[in-house]
């Protein structure tokens, strides 16, 4: 998670609520690391679904939301809007977003960097 200048509920709230999770539907792709992808197959056959995953040339993978049974990510619960794998969500997922996105409410609580020569 970066820094931000909420708490993790407000945090969960803003994604859940006021975005409905929209980095995790949509025409989005969710790169996996190499370490990630049987992990990822693991928990969705947990949770009684299938992941879909182009596997790259490094041993990772990419989740193409559209190509999903749902069009969604796979771990995304339709109706809370919550990541159903949320303590174990890959890489990407926890460093994002790292700087002000365009659509993504969240973004704009990141704790501002520190102007040069300021300490932090
Ligand atoms: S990180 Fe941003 S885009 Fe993703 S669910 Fe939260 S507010 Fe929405
Ligand atoms: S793993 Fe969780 S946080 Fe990451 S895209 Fe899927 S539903 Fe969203």
């Known amino acids: 998670m970066p820094d931000l200048?909420?708490?993790?509920e407000e945090a969960s709230r803003i994604c859940m609520k006021e975005c409905r999770a929209m980095c995790c539907r949509g025409p989005i792709i969710l790169r996996l690391d190499p370490d990630e992808v049987t992990g990822f197959y693991r928990l969705a056959a947990d949770l009684g679904t299938e992941a879909r995953i182009n596997r790259t040339?490094?041993?990772?993978?990419?989740?193409?939301f559209l190509d999903q049974e749902r069009e969604c990510c796979?771990?995304?619960?339709?109706?809370?809007s919550g990541c159903r794998i949320y303590?174990?969500?890959?890489?990407?997922?926890?460093?994002?977003?790292?700087?002000?996105e365009p659509g993504c409410p969240l973004s704009e609580h990141i704790t501002p960097e520190p102007e040069p020569g300021q300490t932090p």
């Not at 200048?5 to 993790?8: C, G, H, K």
């Not at 040339?57 to 193409?64: F, H, S």
């Not at 796979?74 to 809370?80: E, G, I, K």
């Open 74 to 80: 796979p771990m995304l619960d339709t109706a809370t």
């Open 5 to 8: 200048t909420v708490s993790p």
């Open 87 to 100: 303590d174990r969500r890959p890489r990407v997922c926890r460093e994002f977003p790292r700087k002000r």
């Open 57 to 64: 040339a490094d041993g990772g993978g990419n989740v193409l």
